[in-house]
Antibody, heavy 121, light 107 residues
């Protein structure tokens, strides 16, 4: 069965960096676009970044553009989110999610359990 | 960016009721719309994609409709496990966006 397991969250000071990982299993990882979506405490869902199946195309929400980098290692079935210059407003649960189809559809059919990132001094 | 607006923000209903949630896009998105259900402390679950297609394994009491800018999610007969928060999401371009959510509570 499809599994997505995020790791790397924690407490970090403003201005510092953190790298999240998402280990995928149960499907052909290298065939699907992948996403990061976040949710601040008590708030709604906010899309963060998307990467194509082969890593050649990436897009970011304006709120993180220039600070966050999405990447993937298809040989390791792992998705990453490098987060630099972190701000208090980046505090959230970060979910990785998988596209529903091989041809990218922007519908997210499987999600990880999430990892909490807290930016605080 | 395309803005998604859901209404109502919250709704109270009873088991067995029919409930409709609305989502409006700031510009036309054809049928590029999904609906998700999220329960407290859990990841979202895809219910509907392409505005009206039921995701595998989702009960048939859930249905979606609409195109262009106006969309609806209908739950035909509420079950206890349906009380949750529901989000719409547009998939029209490379910058997907979510609605602010609708919390469905027990009356």
């Amino acid at each position: 069965q499809v599994q997505l397991v995020e790791s790397g969250g924690g407490v970090v000071q403003p201005g510092r960096s953190l790298r999240l990982s998402c280990a995928a299993s149960g499907f052909t990882f290298s065939s699907y676009g992948m996403y990061w979506v976040r949710q601040a405490p008590g708030k709604g869902l906010e899309w963060v970044a998307v990467i194509s199946y082969d890593g050649s195309n990436k897009n970011y929400a304006d709120a993180v553009k220039g600070r966050f980098t999405i990447s993937r290692d298809n040989s390791k079935n792992t998705l990453y989110l490098q987060m630099n210059s972190l701000r208090a407003g980046d505090t959230a649960v970060y979910y990785c999610a998988k596209d529903r189809v091989v041809i990218q559809s922007y519908y997210l059919d499987y999600w990880g359990q999430g990892t909490l990132v807290t930016v605080s001094s | 960016d395309i803005q998604m607006t859901q209404s109502p923000s919250s709704v109270s209903a009873s088991v067995g009721d029919r409930v409709t949630i609305t989502c409006r896009a700031s510009q036309g998105i054809s049928s590029w719309l999904a609906w998700y259900q999220q329960k407290p402390g859990k990841a979202p679950k895809l219910l509907i994609y392409a505005a009206s297609s039921l995701q595998s394994g989702v009960p048939s009491r859930f249905s979606g409709s609409g195109s262009g800018t106006d969309f609806t999610l209908t739950i035909s007969s509420l079950q206890p496990e349906d009380f949750a928060t529901y989000y719409c999401q547009q998939a029209n371009n490379f910058l997907p966006t979510f609605g602010q959510g609708t919390k469905l509570e027990i009356k």
